[in-house]
């Protein structure tokens, strides 16, 4: 399961500005190419080549050996080989976020969850749109699965990568969870 790290500043996020290094790596996959974004603690952005909040600008370094094992785990889930990540995350992240995210890691692979099923877990039923919002905002998708939440009637709902990309990564971890079952 993807464990996440205290929360540290990753540009793009809350409009705040970072004094650490930021770092950066692109992946081409099978979703389109991926550009994986770190700081000195952990991975704090994965981001689709179109998406709808994009990361901002910023001064990023080249680092290829920082992110080695981000791109053996994302190859692996990709292969089918892989079915929960296991890397160190510094997400920014405000206390409700960090609970709706904390709880994304949570779902199985190759299943779903709704908003509204979320907010009861979080304690607050009425709180599905509060839930829906701070899973739109996940810096890290696909390792922090918020392709995994759907609509109360199971009907596909935004997602920063667009519905297309969740389609295929709901697709993908269900043919390999009845594979693999």
Known sequence: MASCAPVFHCPGDAGRVSTEPLFASRLH???GE???????????????????????????RSDEARFAEARRQLAAYFAGELREFDLPLSPEATPFQRRVWDE?????????TSYGKLAHRLGDIKASRAVGLANGRN???IVVPCHRVVGSKGALTGYAGGLERKRWLLDHETRLAFRLA
Request: proline share 17%; charged share 10%; hydrophobic share 45%.
């Open 139 to 141: 810096p890290i998708s």
């Open 104 to 112: 994304l890691v949570r779902i199985p692979f190759g299943q779903t």
């Open 29 to 31: 996959s099978p979703v």
């Open 34 to 60: 991926l550009l994986l974004l770190a700081n000195p603690r952990g991975l704090c952005g994965l981001h689709m080549e179109i998406q709808r909040y994009p990361p901002a600008p910023a001064d990023w």
